[in-house]
């Protein structure tokens, strides 16, 4: 089934309406693995200089700043601008949308409703939040479906997006919360990453070395997480031995209220997920 979807989607002409970081990590994750031709692509920026910069990493693909070249021959349209710019793009492709077309939109916070009644037609829209490790192939994307969003048109994006990492569906009311989750946590990582490699600098390890464990150990975790299923409390247990030097680590972590701060974030990142709507 992969295959033949993955077959069906390089005879596809696609457009990237925004060719920004995520835009740009997609589209090169993509082509990458071979999953569009890059003669079928038409990338789009603002700025004629981002156009120069684009071109300058010659991915064989048709960069511009035309949005409605790129949307008038594409088959499947990917959004990928800023909620605020949203509006303004609609507005632009709109003269050449028709139902055949689908679009996939990563945008945050910007409804599928938003966008069906803005083109006013029975488009089908299938929402995405991807992240930015779909970069290596290690990405996470949750999709939502549209109105008009038919099996198939979920079985495209599912396919374009397990081709750079795990694909979950959800409904559309929980993309907000998948922003502020997996669309936000790769910074929160990295936040926590760092912290850890900070401490191991502080106990005498080299930077490079330091950084290297906190990485390999994070990635160890929640690959154990992953591959055993195992609830996380329990896993934390294992390495937790009687009077071992873990628990007191521990402690540090429950003294500086390190789970809440981390509950606390996921919640304001959804809510600003949610407040970004109504600064399209
Ligand atoms: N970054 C992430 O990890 C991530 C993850 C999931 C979802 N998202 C969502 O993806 C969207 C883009 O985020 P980003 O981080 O990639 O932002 P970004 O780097 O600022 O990219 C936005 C891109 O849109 C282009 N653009 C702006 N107005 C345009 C227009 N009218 N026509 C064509 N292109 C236009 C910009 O072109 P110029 O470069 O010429 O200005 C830029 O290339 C946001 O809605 C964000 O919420 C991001």
């Known amino acids: 089934m992969k295959t033949t979807l993955s077959n069906k989607l390089l005879n596809k002409r696609l457009a990237v309406i925004g060719t920004g970081k995520i835009g740009g990590i997609l589209l090169r994750a993509f082509l990458k693995h071979k999953l569009v031709q890059p003669k079928r692509v038409h990338a789009t920026v603002l700025y004629a200089d981002e156009v120069r910069a684009l071109a300058k990493q010659k991915l064989g693909v048709r960069i511009s700043t035309d949005n409605r070249a790129a949307v008038r021959h594409a088959d499947v349209i990917l959004l990928a601008v800023k909620p605020q710019a949203i509006r303004e793009v609609l507005e632009d492709i709109k003269p050449e949308m028709k139902p055949g077309k689908l679009i996939i939109s990563v ?18 829209v299938v929402r995405a939040m991807p992240n930015t490790p779909c970069a290596i192939g290690c990405g996470m994307t949750a999709l939502a479906k549209g109105t008009h ?3 198939e048109h979920m079985e495209i994006a599912r396919a374009m997006f397990e081709a750079v990492g795990r694909v979950v569906v ?5 993309i907000d919360a998948v922003t502020g989750l997996s669309a936000s946590g790769p910074a929160f990582i990295y936040i926590l990453l760092e912290s850890l490699a900070e401490g191991g600098v502080k106990v005498g ?6 950084t290297l464990l906190a990485a390999q150990t994070m990635m160890g975790a929640a690959r154990m997480v992953l591959d055993t299923g195992d609830h ?7 390495v937790t031995t009687p009077a071992g030097s873990t628990m007191d680590g521990i402690l540090e972590l429950e003294d500086g209220k390190v789970r809440v701060t981390l509950i606390k ?16």
């Not at 390890?205 to 330091?210: A, G, K, N, Q």
């Open 107 to 124: 945008v945050a916070s910007i409804p599928t409703q938003l966008i069906e009644k803005q083109l006013g037609l029975d488009v089908p």
């Open 149 to 151: 969003a038919r099996k």
């Open 170 to 174: 959800v409904e559309e009311k929980q």
């Open 205 to 210: 390890l080299p930077r490079d070395i330091s």
């Open 232 to 238: 996380p409390a329990l896993l934390k247990d294992a």
């Open 265 to 280: 974030a996921v919640m304001k990142a959804t809510q600003r997920a949610k407040e970004l709507v109504l600064e399209s």
